[in-house]
Nanobody, 122 residues
Framework: QVRLLESGGGLVQAGGSLRLSCAASGIIFSANTMAWYRQAPGKQRELVAT???????NCADAVKGRFAISKDNAKNMVYLEMNGLKPEDTAVYYCAAVNFGVPVLSTEYKYWGQGTQVTVSS
């Protein structure tokens, strides 16, 4: 049974930092592309960052220079380091996994976590 479990969300003031974690089980973690998505109220789910099985990373323009994705294959963990947080970063953040390619579309990710809330106050 595949399970992705996010943690690390919370309430932070603008300019602050948070580190999200996602613990994966039931998949060959090192063979999967991992991604972070977010969804704000009333908005579509959007891609935040991806990290391929080989370790290549990519971040959305909205977070580039502020957020960084990383992973630890030995621990089956993926992380999202978020710095310089802004109120517009407020959303539920989701961890996702797929075992081929580096998709952009959320519909192409096979596995999803339940999400963790990030709230940035102004």
């Amino acid at each position: 049974q595949v399970r992705l479990l996010e943690s690390g969300g919370g309430l932070v003031q603008a300019g602050g930092s948070l580190r999200l974690s996602c613990a994966a089980s039931g998949i060959i973690f090192s063979a999967n592309t991992m991604a972070w998505y977010r969804q704000a109220p009333g908005k579509q789910r959007e891609l935040v960052a991806t990290i391929s099985s080989g370790g290549g990373t990519n971040c959305a323009d909205a977070v580039k220079g502020r957020f960084a994705i990383s992973k630890d294959n030995a621990k089956n963990m993926v992380y999202l380091e978020m710095n310089g947080l802004k109120p517009e970063d407020t959303a539920v953040y989701y961890c996702a996994a797929v075992n081929f390619g580096v998709p952009v579309l959320s519909t192409e990710y096979k596995y999803w976590g339940q999400g963790t809330q990030v709230t940035v106050s102004s």
